[in-house]
């Protein structure tokens, strides 16, 4: 019976490929998080941002052509933030994970090379929003990660204008710290983690959010994002070292700073600040090295434009495409990629595609795919039929596209 089971859904995922002409269509992943306050910018039912009780905390965060779990506690079920494929709306109990599609299909959905390198898709996006600023953390380098049985994580930020019709209550991201600081500085408000408010973003500087801009975070910088809702695309972790114990007036256990340090550790303050890269933390031109503006991928058309919004790294790449009313284009791009609409309706390749307005949690949306390496190279037709409105998605891509600015 096992044996049946494995062979139907391996005959579903084929049909569904087959299907969608190597574009598969994407069940909305909705993640709560236990700490601070929903941005509810999420296009999200406001009675379902506690859709999953009040011990899991409000729903701040949806996840994109996600093959890895959420880091969320053992009240979270093993699958949470797991992106799931539909062959059709009609047929939504036959789902499937992207990573069983991608195990099944290999290189035939995600192409050689990563198959080869990396032996499944190596990033996921998300929509990160949160009314208030996050607590000063930063992600773990591979070696780091890799004593707790985990990866580094690096990741981009994009700010949508689509996306964010007001601010929130700190629109500014603090990234690193002052150049004058010293390590004894730092050290010494971390040893005030428990003792009380270690306001350690007073070591820190920010920088005011820019709409339609992002920036590159890499490993072992502590950064305390803003308050826009905030597209991320990253690598396939989901492992941190909070380094603020109050933030917004909610106070983080210190847990939160240890929870990825190996047992021995966790009371050693001299491991957790070699978590940081310092340097590049006290960078005196962080800005002109991390801070990306967008950057256009194509040649000057009238029908659309297409811009870089995440590059210059080794990990992930990511555009933002715009298709003007009433216009169809193909384009070709040499890899995979994941996408999410954000404004507008029309077509991707075969499927119906538009902007979702207000979903309930578990509803089914037309507004994510993921494009398969050999669909991609094809050309997939980005169709929109709207008299007035752009259609507008954002495209996330592993590290392997010849194209990304370097």
Not at 84 to 106: H, I, S
Not at 124 to 131: A, L, N, T
Not at 320 to 337: H, N, R, S, Y
Not at 382 to 400: D, R, T
């Amino acid at each position: 019976m096992a044996a049946k089971g494995r062979k139907a859904i391996r005959q579903t995922i084929h049909d569904a490929f087959d299907q969608g002409r190597g574009i598969l269509r994407l069940i909305p992943v909705f993640v709560p998080r236990r700490f601070s306050q929903p941005g509810r910018r999420l296009r999200l039912h406001p009675d379902d941002y506690f859709a999953l009780g009040t011990a899991r905390g409000a729903i701040k965060e949806r996840w994109f052509a996600s093959t890895i779990a959420a880091m969320n506690g053992p009240l979270a079920p093993p699958d949470e933030g797991m992106s799931y494929v539909v062959p059709t709306t009609k047929r939504q109990e036959e789902k499937f994970t992207l990573r069983a599609a991608v195990d099944e299909l290999g290189a035939e959905l995600i192409g050689e090379g990563l198959k080869k390198t990396y032996g499944t898709w190596p990033i996921y996006s998300k929509f990160f929003d949160y009314k208030e600023p996050l607590f000063h953390h930063l992600h773990l380098r591979d070696a780091d990660a890799a004593r707790v049985g985990r990866i580094g994580k690096p990741e981009c930020y994009y700010y949508p204008p689509q996306m964010n019709n007001y601010p929130g209550t700190f629109p500014h991201t603090y990234f690193g710290f002052d150049p004058d600081v010293t390590r004894a500085m730092v050290r010494e408000r971390l040893l005030q983690y428990e003792r009380g408010d270690n306001r350690i973003t007073e070591l820190s500087r920010a920088y005011r959010i820019e709409l339609g801009t992002g920036w590159y975070t890499p490993t072992g910088v502590v950064h305390a994002p803003g308050s826009y809702l905030t597209y991320e695309p990253q690598w396939n972790s989901d492992v941190n070292s909070v380094y603020e114990n109050v933030a917004s007036g909610e106070v983080y256990p210190y847990d939160f700073l240890v929870e990825n340090c190996p047992p021995d550790k966790k009371r050693d303050i001299d491991y957790v600040m070699s978590l940081m890269d310092w340097e590049a933390n006290v960078d005196p031109h962080y800005k002109k090295h991390y801070f990306r503006p967008p950057l256009p991928a194509a040649e000057p058309d009238a029908r659309f434009s297409e811009k870089w919004i995440a590059y210059a790294n080794d990990y992930i790449g990511a555009k933002e495409l715009t298709v003007q009313p009433g216009q169809t284009v193909t384009l070709k791009d040499p890899i995979a990629f994941g996408c999410i609409l954000v404004q507008g309706h029309g077509k991707i390749g075969v499927h119906d595609a538009e902007t979702a307005t207000l979903l309930r949690y578990g509803q089914m949306s037309a507004d994510e795919f993921f494009v398969s390496e050999g669909a991609s190279r094809a050309g997939v037709a980005f169709a929109n039929k709207s008299a007035c409105e752009p259609m507008v998605l954002l495209k996330h891509f592993g590290p392997n596209h010849p194209g990304m600015p370097r």
